[in-house]
């Protein structure tokens, strides 16, 4: 009777971690996901936008030109020198 009890509980103890490890999974996943906060002041000015390429781009909120504003390739310094 000991001998199943033991098995009981450690069982119990392996659901239990397999369902930390999915919390766990689930919160990487939504950190993962979330897009960080765009610091430059040009951002207040421009609003991001995709084109039918994939490429991210900054329409100035004004006039409404397009600027390549991919944080990867290029930088905000060309809208901050639009505004």
Do not use: P
């Amino acid at each position: 009777m000991s001998q199943d009890t033991r098995v009981d509980k450690v069982i119990a103890e392996s659901v239990a971690s397999d369902s930390n490890v999915v919390n766990q999974n689930s919160i990487v996943e939504s950190k993962a996901k979330k897009e960080r906060r765009k610091r430059s002041v040009a951002w207040d000015h421009f609003t991001s936008a995709v084109d039918s390429e994939g490429i991210k781009k900054g329409v100035c909120n004004y006039c409404k030109k397009e600027y390549l504003a991919d944080t990867k390739e290029h930088g905000t310094t060309a809208m901050l020198g639009h505004i």
